[in-house]
């Protein structure tokens, strides 16, 4: 069973930068594509990066520059790095990975996420 564990949300105001972790039950090394979006309640769900297998990146326009996402694979780690935080940017974020062969972009549908960790950014 795949499991996400999301940590490292939390407040700050706009300009500030906050380092988002997820831990994975299983071997990172092992998934197609992992990265992350963000959804809040009634709203839906919106891509923010992505890293494939081979290290490519994809990120949602809005955050290039940014934000940055990696990947430790002697961790089983899943990071996103976010600089210049705007209050667009407040949202619930969600770790996401999938096992089968998907188009890996920051708006691909996964087949596994976590619980999500809160980001909120004050002006």
């Known amino acids: 069973q795949v499991q996400l564990v999301e940590s490292g949300g939390g407040s700050v105001q706009a300009g500030g930068s906050l380092r988002l972790s997820c831990a994975a039950s299983?071997?990172?090394?092992?998934?197609?594509?992992m990265g992350w979006f963000r959804q809040d309640p009634g709203k839906g769900r919106e891509g923010v990066a992505a890293?494939?297998?081979?290290?490519?990146?994809s990120y949602l326009d809005s955050v290039k520059g940014r934000f940055t996402i990696s990947q430790d694979n002697a961790k089983n780690a899943l990071y996103l790095q976010m600089n210049i935080l705007k209050p667009e940017d407040t949202s619930m974020y969600y770790c996401?990975?999938?096992?089968?062969?998907?188009?890996?972009?920051?708006?691909?549908?996964?087949?596994?996420w976590g619980q999500g960790t809160q980001v909120t950014v004050s002006p």
């Open positions: 996401a990975a999938d096992l089968n062969p998907i188009i890996c972009t920051s708006g691909a549908h996964f087949g596994y």
């Open positions: 299983i071997y990172t090394a092992s998934t197609s594509c």
């Open positions: 890293i494939s297998r081979d290290g490519i990146t």
